[in-house]
């Protein structure tokens, strides 16, 4: 098998699912895996939102908690517009939609993949990060959510990182308002 050149060993740091209801999906996490808190992003707002290489937003909330290393989140699209989420996940259904990648030079992983035939399905901001989703679908039976290397999401990540590691089982669903 020849390797995309040059080689690169992405830590995958997140695991994303689309779910049709946050706090029952969090409160399944949380009871069976043990998991907590899920802190809710309520309609975030995404600067400069492009779906398929088109200008388009979509309505949606995330939950994110901590496990050991590794981030999950997920993700309920409130609105009936195309997106990344339903390409898919239709809607009703749940399912793993997608890992997420921090990586060095934001512009020339988009190239790499770019390169590879991959498309972006959906891209945007959130405050001065870029961040997009690759479908890679075909391939990896998933998306990879590529996230620009900026201190915001490193100190994101890392209080809801914190929050996981003191937690004490109580109060397992919060706004990320607290963080």
């Not at 009871?31 to 992003?41: L, R």
């Not at 996940?89 to 939609?97: L, Q």
């Not at 870029?130 to 998306?143: E, G, I």
Request: aromatic share 12%; proline share 6%.
């Amino acid at each position: 098998m020849l390797l995309p050149q040059p080689f690169i060993n992405h830590k995958i740091l997140q695991l994303a699912y689309v779910v049709n209801d946050l706090q029952e999906a969090a409160a399944r996490w949380t009871n069976t895996f043990g998991i907590g808190p899920f802190f809710i992003v309520d309609r975030p707002e995404i600067g400069d939102p492009h779906y398929r290489g088109r200008p388009q937003g979509v309505e949606f909330s995330t939950a994110l908690a901590q496990a050991g290393d590794v981030h999950v989140e997920l993700v309920e699209q409130h609105c009936d517009s195309p997106s990344c989420y339903r390409d898919l996940i239709p809607k009703g259904k749940e399912g793993f939609h997608h890992v997420g990648v921090i990586v060095e030079d934001y512009e020339a992983e988009l190239a790499r993949y770019q390169a590879q035939g991959f498309v972006v399905a959906m891209s945007g901001t959130f405050g001065d990060m870029k961040f997009c989703y690759v479908d890679t679908s075909a391939h990896l039976y998933c998306m990879v959510e590529v996230l620009e290397n900026v201190p915001f999401i490193h100190d994101f990540f890392g209080r809801v990182k914190k929050a996981a590691e003191v937690w004490d089982g109580s109060n397992p669903l919060r706004s990320a308002d607290e963080l």
